[in-house]
C-alpha cells in the first residue's frame, strides 16, 4: 500500500468512524507514557486487510509518535506482533520512562 492509498483510507468513512471511537473513549491514552494529550492513532502494519484491526491499532500521544516513526524510520521494525512487547519496552526507555 502507497502512501496515497493510505491517505485515502485516512479519508475513509469507515476510518473515520473507528477513529471517531477511539476519540470518544475516555480511556484512549498513550501507549507509552499515558497520556491522554493530543492522541493519534498508528497503525503497526499498512496492510488493507489489517487497517481496521484494533489489535494494529495503537493510541500515542503525538510525542511518542514521532518517536515510534523516528526510531522505525522506513525499516519495518514490527512487521509482527511479537516483537510489540520489545517495541513497547524501546520506547519507554528511550522516552526515559521506567518500564
Ligand atoms: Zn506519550
Ligand atoms: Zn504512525
Not at 492509498?5 to 471517531?20: A, G, H, M, P, T
Request: aromatic fraction near 12%; include cysteine; charge should be positive.
Amino acid at each position: 500500500m502507497n502512501k496515497y492509498q493510505y491517505q485515502d483510507f485516512l479519508n475513509s468513512s469507515e476510518w473515520i468512524k473507528l477513529r471517531n471511537i477511539y476519540k470518544n473513549d475516555s480511556n484512549t491514552s498513550c501507549w507509552i507514557c499515558g497520556s491522554k494529550d493530543e492522541i493519534n492513532l498508528h497503525h503497526f502494519i499498512y496492510q488493507k486487510k489489517l487497517l481496521l484491526d484494533p489489535t494494529n491499532i495503537v493510541s500515542l500521544c503525538a510525542k511518542h509518535h514521532y518517536l515510534l516513526h523516528f526510531i522505525s524510520g522506513k525499516k519495518k521494525i514490527h512487521r509482527n506482533f511479537r516483537s510489540l512487547k520489545g517495541l513497547r519496552e524501546r520506547l519507554k526507555n528511550l522516552a526515559g520512562i521506567k518500564t
